[in-house]
């Protein structure tokens, strides 16, 4: 880059749940960064419904609340989107040259999304030669318009300019390498946990090799308290997230919780089988767990036990240097697997695409 930026960008998660953002400030010289704002807002039940926004009001209040009480001074944010707007693929397509593909890759594109061309931004990256060497690979990231335009909407009309869109796939990604590096002889599997999606993503060799999102998450469980127990989202969430609540005894909260988990198991297992079984020589050593969801203490257990692995959760603030007076060890723990996205989105840069 020939232009240091002198502010960073804001990383602006804005999840069903709740809205996070973070500021990473990079250090001087050599590589790392240090936390300097981070805050969690959350966001009334119905607001986001998978991922459509339904009310933009309280989305605009999450945003302004949690950039003053976090008190962010930077306006331009980095942003991100996942769920079924977003195709992100690895396709092999015909040797060409760069201007050919550039040309090309929205018909390339046309066979792989399940939309109108004309209705996804697209962006790629050349991975490289194929083994067989007539064709290459070829990352394909394909984002719905009216998706990016809603969300880009109302952090605007939040006042904040949207420089960056990314998507939560990657930003896990980026907050994975950036704290713990990408070990060159390792198969990991990332998930992210959320309230309506998870992010399942394969770092194997010291690359990403694979991406996909589940239209499930920490809602399921709640939606299913609810359900059985014929109790309100607030009474269902508050017991699944451990405060015990009258109404629902602790014997009839577990099997509701079990149940779920082997849901959420199934699916998390039949996505990582579907990358491992087109490669036949690598298997699974590591699972390493983000978003609010993960933090649902049966979860880790349930899936070291389907696929006979380590489970490990990703501290995003692992290799990040924190200032305990303002961010006490207690409460940043307590943010930590919310904030892994906009953590990852902290770090983009204002060029980046
Ligand atoms: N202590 C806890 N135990 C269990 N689940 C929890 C706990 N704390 C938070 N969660 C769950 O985490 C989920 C929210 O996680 P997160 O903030 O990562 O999702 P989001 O970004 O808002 O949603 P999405 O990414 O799906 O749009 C909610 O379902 C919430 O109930
Ligand atoms: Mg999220």
């Not at 609540?245 to 079990?258: K, M, N, R």
């Amino acid at each position: 880059m020939f232009f240091s930026r002198s502010k960073p960008l804001v990383g602006l998660d804005i999840g069903t749940s709740s809205v996070k953002a973070a500021v990473l400030k990079p250090h001087r010289k050599g590589k790392g960064f240090t936390l300097q704002n981070l805050g969690i807002e959350p966001l009334p039940p119905e607001v986001i419904v998978e991922g459509a926004i339904m009310d933009s009001g309280p989305i605009i209040d999450a945003i302004n609340r949690v950039c003053e009480v976090a008190r962010i001074k930077s306006n331009e944010v980095a942003v991100s989107l996942s769920g079924h707007s977003v195709i992100v693929k690895r396709v092999s397509i015909p040797s060409m040259s760069n201007e050919e593909l550039a040309e090309s890759i929205y018909w390339e594109a046309e066979q792989y999304i399940p939309f109108d061309v004309d209705d996804v931004n697209l962006d790629y990256q050349v991975l490289g030669d194929s083994a067989d060497g007539d064709s290459m690979e070829v990352l394909l990231v394909a984002v719905k318009k009216d998706k990016i335009n809603d969300y880009t909407s109302v952090i605007t009309q939040a006042g904040r300019i949207p420089l960056v869109v990314d998507v939560d796939v990657f930003a896990v990604q980026n907050a994975f390498e950036v704290n713990y590096g990408l070990a060159p002889n390792q198969t990991t599997a990332l998930v992210n946990v959320g309230a309506a999606v998870t992010n399942v993503s394969v770092i194997s060799g010291g690359h990403s090799r694979f991406w996909r999102d589940l239209s499930m998450g920490g809602n399921n469980y709640t939606e299913a308290i609810q359900r059985d127990m014929g109790v309100s989202f607030e009474t269902a969430e508050a017991a699944k997230c451990g405060k015990s609540q009258d109404e629902i005894p602790a014997e009839e909260l577990t099997p509701i919780l079990e149940t779920v988990n082997n849901e959420m198991v199934t699916e998390i297992q039949k996505t990582i089988d579907f990358f491992l079984s087109s490669h036949s020589d690598e298997q699974l050593d590591k699972i390493v767990l983000a978003g609010g969801g993960s933090r649902l203490e049966s979860l880790p257990g349930a899936l070291g036990e389907r696929f006979g692995c380590k489970v490990e959760h990703l501290n995003p603030f692992e290799a990040i240097t924190v200032d305990e007076r303002a961010f006490p060890k207690e409460a940043l723990a307590e943010m930590a697997p919310a904030a892994v996205v906009a953590v990852g989105l902290a770090i983009r840069k204002g060029g980046d695409r």
